[in-house]
């Protein structure tokens, strides 16, 4: 077995313990003038010391001794002592004829030392990494800075240099490549490219690991990147396994490993400093070898990599006490990544069937803009760069740069104009495309991106041959392709010739290239239509077709293509032109097009192209009449370019200011606040007062009045967040007067009253619901305690960090979706492994008592508290915070949470679990063969694009609505109830006025996708076909079987039973669904928040959770009476509709009858629902939140049923058929699982 092929073995087997800090150790022997030169360079004329590398030719037997300790310490893979051995670093010695030799002779050195030591033990094999640092050049960034575009070194001198070392490295007998200390991607890119054609001209290849530098807390290396960013950036070279090293010690690491142990489809490397610089100690860094290894355990068990080592800093003693750490614990697993074309700059874009169009920004093209041809003619690239960042403003998530121009210098312009965007953050953070007809200037761009780009683009336009050097240059350089529908007989323009071409490009590229199909994007040529001439009428659906057909059979390509040309028709008309760009990208997108150079401001709302001007624009665009160009020419020189009057009692007002302001408090009255709050002020000032006073006065006292009134159960939840709101906008326009005032008269510290206590509030990681925490948030925020909310789907360590550097006293979490409840325990182990004390309240729908205190509270050795609504938060928190009841209150929750503990422990279940073989004997069984399913009236999917709000606010259950604001009891009675139904009456009518507004004024748009698709069952799972020749599946939809006793006649559910078997002669079919009413939303929101007005904020969320369930009840109503039909006559109102009446089921994933969420995943994919503007995070709750998703079944037996619990052979059965591990099924599961699974550490 070649050393290549052992590294790999060992790697699946342990984790392997890379070397330390070569430095560090080489500092130790405080080596003097002399022992660098040694006698072969006393004479040279420059100073010497300092130069590390060169001492493996002038003391070789010094550094022989260290590579011979960290070996003795337990190293598997040691380093050169290169990292300075290339010419650009060592051009600050005058020495850089000597990179060759240093390279070989410390390749050498280190190959003895490894090799002796395995003559010594030759049943553990040891490694030779060939060090290949980062020089001391930066080709992305300008060491000038008054001129950002200037660069020190070029790409092609970094590839000289770097193959002048590899050279030494190989031949010096390495057994893999070490690009180590990445601080700028450009250079190591430079570094891989060399990499790349030393294997090909050796005819073999050597493991490469890539590591890279994070520069400090903002996450990023030096030249900007993320680390997932850096990874899109580098993973073409294939790594054996990628890293992080240096710059920061384990524990600032930490977050910045997890994510690329997250992404990585490779295996990961880590090797941090001993912590921090510390000039004082001995090694130069503050952490002892027991306190880094201890930190590196950690990493360890939560499965983060599988080699590591240490960088800076660290020595043997380091190592052994690392390697005694790890010993024994299993290494990371790589994880199954996704395809998807995963593209960056300084951030990552990846893109696959689940994301949204992809614009692409055309205004940096010289070509199509005159305005930036005019710029960059005329050298003015500042504003040039003005043009790609509004792009990027305006929702360009890729730009595209065009320098052919006549009068330019092509390549010249394009390496300007990349090396100043590089300067520029805001528009560096998107990928670029980089656009030529040339292939010198693409190459030439392709040498300044440090990111992973598009080129645009290749073809067989100049035969085979070349169009497979150019590809090779492209996988070399990292960066994906658009393939043109272009070969040696010209442009394709007929969708026969696009197939051919496209399907010849992909074979070529995929098989004898070796280009990933997922970095493919083809282009099969929009054409501009309504010529006039007849062979151009089908350009546009060819091309709509071509892209149909590239989805279908070239797995994992993209298609893309320049949209502005199909309506060059129309140049001067941008009404019609617009028309016709809007109407073709919703064909083409619903086809399968993933991007599009486009220029954003030319495009509308399908829906809102009038009726007769989209007509003739699909005419010519699908080409249904032989006329249609006629006629949208002739159309185109048209288009240029009593309620009940009330009288308030205003008798409030005339009392004095105070009053009118705690009247205005409690009754939550906004419209004179302002200046009420600034008649109190200048009242205050006048009595020496400060605009503080007027918070701690009279604002103060009528929130208490409300604080008390709610206590007491005499104010109800809507009408506290009202009184927020007036709070809220009294206390905003003092801010400003209390901030001059401190500035000038330095007030004293704690003159001012200080809140009760500092609260973080979040939405966890992939949760997008916040109603629930945001109506927390007020309650407190009401009785004076001061609440930071960092709003939804925040990951664990912003939430911590938020604690830290707040000084919070309490950290609260929230969460709707089950997923939620395993990354709240993560948070808990989070808190506990960075030493938190703080309490840790829990609180969502999905959370429970028991929940918390069984899964969450052991995680952390601090109080955790679960708290099931608002009202209930303040006393909680007050007990928390009071220095006489905190003990007590905190030993009283631990004491009820370990007697949860103990009786779910010893809690026997009524009846065991059947078996899950046993279960499917007791299935729900029906005669197939006298039921005959109703056909659907078509196959497929059918959109809703801006839905009529008005036909679906009928359909809406308002009881859930009051159970937002937590008023308890059903509507209509509630209005009515003795304690509550004043307070439901006044916010319902304020939710109805509400409601009126966002119909009439179309404040959200509810889209929605239904498919109808024939569909049978196989066992528990029910396949779902495209068409009615059920040869091709779908998607299969995965289901769980009840497991519990039945008593005699009672069957085990599954929604599988309500599809007839594929065995049973019997054409079913099934529907699926996602709608949503919450586009536009957060704009609306945001606004009433600037306005510092959170209860219309949280009333237009709940009014648009109520609209997205009425529009849910609305479509499943029109399937069954003329989609699928097989309910044509039904006629239930909306009561019986709530009732649930009707015949059929829609149940939703991640509810009792289907409880997995990520089936989530394929249903969408099914749907293609994203394209609607509904996705999902990765814990599969969708976005909008306000947004339902299903499947739809008919079967006159359907019903609702929970699933319940299920025991380990039906977990161990479902992971088989979904073809995923066992530990990611009981994730998902794990509230239904009638077993403890084992957690996993990492999330």
Known sequence: MNKAAQLERLLGERILILDGAMGTMIQGYKLAEADYRGERFAAFAQDLKGNNDLLSLTRPGLIGEIHDAYLEAGADIISTNTFNSNAPSMADYGMEGLVYELNRAAARLARTAADACMHGAPERPRFVAGVLGPTTKTASISPDVNDPGFRNIDFDTLVAAYGESLRGLLDGGVDLILVETIFDTLNAKAALFAIDCAFEARARSWPIIISGTITDASGRTLSGQTPEAFWNSVRHARPLAVGL??????????????????????????????????????TGYDETPDYTSGLLLEFAQSGFFNIVGGCCGTTPAHIRAIARSVDGIPPRQVPQIEKRLRLSGLEPLNIGDDTLFVNVGERTNVTGSKAFARLILAGNYGAALALARQQVESGAQMVDVNMDEAMLDSEKAMVTFLNLIASEPDISRVPLMLDSSKWSVIEAGLKCVQGKAVVNSISLKEGKDEFVRQAKLARRYGAAVIVMAFDEQGQADSLERRQTICRR???????????????????????????????????????IEATRWIRANLPYARVSGGVSNVSFSFRGNDAVREAIHTAFLYHAIHAGMSMGIVNAGQLGVYEEIPKDLRERVEDIILNRRPDA??????FANTVKGGGRVQVEDLEWREQSVEARLAHALVKGITDWIIEDTEEARQQAERSGGHPIHVIEGPLMDGMNVVGDLFGAGKMFLPQVVKSARVMKQAVAHLVPYIEAEKQKLALASG????????????????????????????????????????????????????AREEKCDIIGLSGLITPSLEEMAHVAREMEREGFTIPLLIGGATTSRVHTA???????????????????????????????????????????????RTQHQSK??????????????????????AYTPTAPKFIGVREFRDYDLGAIARHIDWSPFFQTWELSGPYPKILQDPVVGEAARNVFAEGQAMLAKIVAEKWLAANAVVGLFPANSVGDDIEIYTDESRSRVAMRFHNL???????????????????????????DYIGAFAATSGIGIEARVKEFEARHDDYSAIMLKSLADRLAEAFTEHLHQRVRREFWGYAADETLDNEALIREEYRGIRPAPGYPA????????????????????????????MWPAAAVSGFYFSHTESQYFAVGKIGPDQAEDYARRKGLPLSDIEKWLAPVLAYDAVPSTAT
């Not at 690491?253 to 090797?271: F, G, H, K, W």
């Open 1154 to 1181: 289907c409880p997995d969420h990520t089936e989530k995943g394929d249903l969408f994919r099914l749907l293609d629902a994203p394209k609607l503007g509904i996705t999902l995070t990765e814990s599969y709750a």
């Open 854 to 900: 069984v899964k969450i509270a052991p995680h952390y050795s601090g109080v955790t508290i679960y708290v099931p609504d608002a009202s209930r938060s303040v006393g909680v928190c007050s007990s928390l915070l009071s220095d006489g009841l905190r003990e007590e209150y905190a030993r009283s929750v631990r004491a009820d949470y370990d007697k949860i």
């Open 629 to 634: 160009a006629e006629r949208l020419v002739a």
């Open 1041 to 1067: 079987r009840q497991q519990a006793q039945k008593p005699t006649g009672k069957p085990n559910y599954c929604l599988a039973d309500f599809v007839a078997p594929k065995g049973s002669g019997v054409k």
């Open 908 to 929: 026997k279940p009524s009846a065991p679990l059947l078996s899950i073989a046993q279960a499917r004997a007791n299935a729900f069984n029906t005669d197939w063969s």
């Open 245 to 282: 090293n240096c710059a920061l010690g384990a524990k600032l690491m930490r977050p910045y490993i997890e994510e690329l142990s997250n992404v990585a489809d490779t295996y990961v490397s880590c090797y941090p400093n001993a912590g921090l610089p510390n000039p004082l100690s001995e």
């Open 505 to 543: 490009c992909y074979d070529v590229l995929t098989g004898e290239v070796g280009f990933p199909a997922e970095d493919i994007i083809f282009d099969p040529n929009i054409f501009a239509i309504a010529t006039g001439i007849e062979e151009h009428n089908n350009y546009a659906r060819d091309y």
């Open 751 to 802: 003159e001012a009253a200080k809140p009760k206590g500092k609260i973080v509030v979040a939405t966890v990681k992939g949760d997008v619901h916040d109603i629930g925490k945001n109506i927390v948030g007020v309650v407190l925020q009401c009785n004076n305690y001061e609440v930071i909310n960092l709003g939804v789907m925040v990951p664990a360590s912003k939430i911590l960090q938020a």
